[in-house]
């Protein structure tokens, strides 16, 4: 947490190109985690015109400050597969870039 910090944070759910799907802002000293359970359950509640059915996220790629138990445990139980990066383990840079 960030004890007594002024101002606000700017959380962003995008897609895999980039294109942001869900945007929200919370206080600065709140817990970056705290805000990906509003966030995801936000963007399943989109609906595709088009198709005619309820967009499912597949798959969410994080940095280490959404390495908390009960946030993996709460997205698989919503089949939303995780590449979060472990803290202590790796680092956040390569999340999302493929394997080559």
Not at 10 to 20: I, K, R, T, W, Y
Not at 56 to 68: E, G, S, T
Request: overall charge positive; cysteine-free; proline content about 6%.
């Amino acid at each position: 947490m960030d004890r007594g910090k002024p101002g606000a944070k700017m959380h962003v759910l995008s897609d895999q190109n980039g294109l942001p799907l869900v945007v929200g802002v919370s206080a600065a000293n709140t817990h970056d985690s705290e805000a990906l359970k509003p966030m995801v359950a936000g963007h399943q509640m989109r609906h595709d015109p088009q198709r005619g059915r309820h967009f499912k996220p597949q798959r969410l790629h994080a940095d280490k400050a959404y390495d908390v138990p009960h946030l993996r445990k709460w997205l698989w139980g919503k089949h939303i597969g995780v590449r979060i990066a472990r803290k202590g383990i790796e680092s956040s840079k390569r999340l999302g870039r493929a394997v080559g």
